[in-house]
């Protein structure tokens, strides 16, 4: 069975960094759009950061600068390098594989001032 596994969320004191990692298993996604997505209560689950099959990465204006989404096509992963980070970049993070609209359970991520 296919499935996305998200790890690296935690609490974090603002303007420290984590790394968020997602793991396929059970398919192959070396060629692939990803998408890492962040959920507020609330809110929409809404678009961070993606990365295309050719490279090309697309950010949130929030995102940019602080963001950089990576991909390790070899261990079927893609990441979300999270620097500076905002109490305002609290929430669940969720990674996606478009084609597939396949999504991971999420992970938790806390910014506190």
């Known amino acids: 069975q296919a499935q996305l596994v998200e790890s690296g969320g935690g609490l974090v004191q603002a303007g420290g960094s984590l790394r968020l990692s997602c793991v396929g298993s059970?398919?192959?996604?070396?060629?692939?759009?990803w998408g890492w997505y962040r959920e507020i209560p609330g809110k929409e689950r809404e678009l961070v950061a993606a990365?295309?099959?050719?490279?090309?990465?697309n950010y949130a204006a929030s995102a940019k600068g602080r963001f950089t989404i990576s991909r390790d096509k070899s261990l079927n992963a893609v990441y979300l390098q999270m620097n500076y980070l905002k109490p305002e970049d609290s929430g669940v993070y969720y990674c996606?594989?478009?084609?597939?609209?396949?999504w991971g359970q999420g992970t938790q991520v806390t910014v506190f001032s």
């Open positions: 996606k594989n478009e084609p597939l609209n396949l």
């Open positions: 059970g398919i192959t996604l070396s060629l692939s759009n």
């Open positions: 990365i295309g099959g050719s490279g090309w990465t």
